[in-house]
Each structure stands twice: as structure tokens, then as C-alpha cells.
């Protein structure tokens, strides 16, 4: 009788990880990407997505380089992620400091996210072209503007409003969304320009209010946050008068060197999370922008985006020089 099996070929399992997986953060704890991948991590863990566990690491320092130098210099390690904000661009164009995108493996777009100019709930401003027409009849530096880093996507959009308004803000910056919100409630700060998620719990509260977003269309969320407003009830900046939109990545990334086989399990890893309820309601509650993407769509999106930062940069003069 003839022995089966012995020349059947044994079916290669796809890859998975074999131990803890780092999820590093390239900014402070308390903002919009802090806030996504600790969400991501407790998802991951209570459904099982992962055999292993996933541990998350802020790494901080130099406007998030220290992150994305970390992950760079992990080339082939598949047990690394970084979770990516605009900083992916706007760190090493402001810094100079020797990396790129492009030293890492792009994995996929979790979402896009939005940006908000608020104010204090107490400010006697409440529409955007009200603030703003006072920011240009004030002096220069006469209206505080908090936000997340130098250099990045807060002053990006804060030199643009200072080109809108022929008037120059005093930007105060700080490490993290959380802390920029906390010192508009505290009425230190004239405005901020915080991502919904960084602001909604003090909204809610009834310590700030929204004047616009800038995206070029209203937000699609129409639950009411508030007794009176939902995320869809606030304006876009252009129908404000205010011509400046501008949308940042929340993005996974792998270092560099790493398999197909290895990127496709984290692309699946992300699918399955995003059909979760638990993820489309925080999707809804941060009023995040749902787009996804991986593979080459992804890649070219994020090329487009450094194209575009290098541009906002320059005109800003915030290029390394």
C-alpha cells in the first residue's frame, strides 16, 4: 500500500508575529495620533485581532524624529510600527534631520484628520470671519494661537491664516493636542486649531466652541455633540470667507526592508479593526475623515502630500536651511 502524504507539499503558513509588537507614537501623549493608536491597541487586544501583544511607545522628542528614526534604523523588523501624523513630512523638511518616508514600508491609511479653529466659549467671537476680522484690525502678535510642535501642521495652518489676515499670530507651541486644548480652556490662548478628537470632551463640556473646519466640505457627522450642534453644524472656512483647507494622514507604517507577506498581515490586521463598531463609532466621535488606503494608492497619496508640504514649508520659510 502505498505511504500517502509524503510527497504532498506542506502548506506555508502566512506569516504572522512571533513577538510583542511596538506601536510607536512620533508625538506626546494626549493628541489625535496618542489618542488612535491607544484606541487601536485596546481594540486589537479585546477581539483578539493578534496573537501577540501590541505596545505602544511615544517617542517624542525632536518633533517626533526620534520616532521615525527608531523605526528607520529597525530596517527588516517586522514587530515595529509608527503610527504617522503630518510630522512624517514636516518634521524632517523643518529639521533637516536625515530621513524620509520613503525609508520606511507605507502599510496603510487608518483615516484622515480634520482640523478646527476654536476659540474659548467666553470669546466674544462666534464665527470665524468675526475672529479673524478682529485678528486684522489688532495689532501684529496681538492674538495668541496654541498648538502641537513648531514647525508643523498647528503653524502651518497658522502662517496661512497670518497670510489670510495680513496679520502675524503669536504661536505658542506645545507637545501635545491635549495640552493646547487645556490652555485655550484656560483662556491663555486667543485660538487654537486642535483636531476634533483633541477638543470634543472640552466642547462637550461647554468650554470651547468651533468656528470652522478646514476641509473643502462639512463634516458628515450629524449626532449632536453638544444640546445645540453636531460636527456637521460647523462651517467650513471657505464658507466663512476663510480660504485654507488642510488634512492630516493618520497613517501605519513599517520600517523598511520588511516582506509583502509581513506589510499584507498588518493591511488585514487594520481591515478587520476598521469593520469593528467599536472603531466606526470613535471614527464618528473624533469626526475623522474615513478614507483608507494601502499599497500603491497609499504610496502615492503620501508622495502627493510631501509635494504639497514642501510647498506650504517654503512659502512659510520653515525649511531647514
Not at 534604523?73 to 518616508?101: E, M, Q, R
Not at 479653529?117 to 468675526?130: G, M
Not at 483662556?187 to 466642547?203: C, F, G, L, R, Y
Not at 462637550?204 to 473643502?216: E, I
Amino acid at each position: 500500500m502505498a505511504m500517502l502524504g509524503l510527497s504532498t507539499p506542506i502548506s506555508v503558513m502566512a506569516w504572522e508575529p512571533t513577538k510583542p509588537v511596538e506601536f510607536i507614537i512620533p508625538a506626546g501623549t494626549g493628541g489625535g495620533a496618542d489618542q488612535m493608536a491607544r484606541f487601536a491597541q485596546g481594540l486589537v487586544a479585546k477581539h483578539n485581532l493578534m496573537k501577540q501583544p501590541m505596545v505602544v511607545v511615544n517617542k517624542s522628542g525632536g518633533a517626533g524624529g526620534e520616532g521615525f528614526l527608531y523605526v528607520k534604523d529597525s530596517k527588516g523588523d517586522p514587530h515595529k510600527l509608527i503610527i504617522t501624523l503630518s510630522n512624517l513630512f514636516t518634521t524632517p523638511l523643518a529639521t533637516g534631520i536625515p530621513f524620509n518616508w520613503k525609508d520606511l514600508t507605507p502599510v496603510s491609511m487608518l483615516a484622515l484628520d480634520e482640523f478646527v479653529l476654536w476659540v474659548n466659549a467666553d470669546s466674544p467671537y462666534k464665527t470665524a470671519k468675526d475672529y479673524l476680522a478682529a485678528v486684522k484690525a489688532g495689532n501684529d502678535n496681538q492674538f495668541k494661537m496654541a498648538g502641537t510642535g513648531s514647525k508643523q501642521e498647528d503653524q502651518i495652518i497658522t502662517v496661512a491664516l497670518d497670510k489670510f489676515t495680513g496679520k502675524k499670530f503669536t504661536y505658542v507651541p506645545f507637545k501635545g493636542g491635549g495640552d493646547v486644548a487645556v490652555q485655550l480652556v484656560g483662556n491663555h490662548v486667543d485660538s487654537t486649531v486642535n483636531n476634533p478628537i483633541e477638543a470634543v470632551a472640552h466642547w462637550r463640556a461647554g468650554k470651547l466652541r468651533p468656528l470652522c473646519v478646514f476641509d473643502n466640505q462639512r463634516m458628515p457627522y450629524n449626532e449632536k455633540v453638544t444640546d445645540t450642534m453636531s460636527w456637521h453644524d460647523i462651517p467650513t472656512c471657505k464658507e466663512s470667507g476663510v480660504d485654507v483647507d488642510y488634512l492630516m494622514l493618520r497613517g501605519v507604517f513599517m520600517p523598511g526592508g520588511v516582506t509583502q507577506d509581513q506589510v499584507s498581515y498588518y493591511v488585514n490586521l487594520f481591515k478587520k479593526m476598521r469593520e469593528l463598531p467599536e472603531w466606526k463609532e470613535f471614527m464618528e466621535k473624533g469626526a475623522f475623515n474615513q478614507s483608507f488606503m494601502s499599497g500603491k494608492e497609499y504610496a502615492d497619496w503620501v508622495q502627493k502630500a510631501e509635494d504639497t508640504h514642501k510647498t506650504l514649508m517654503k512659502d512659510a520659510g520653515f525649511l531647514a536651511k
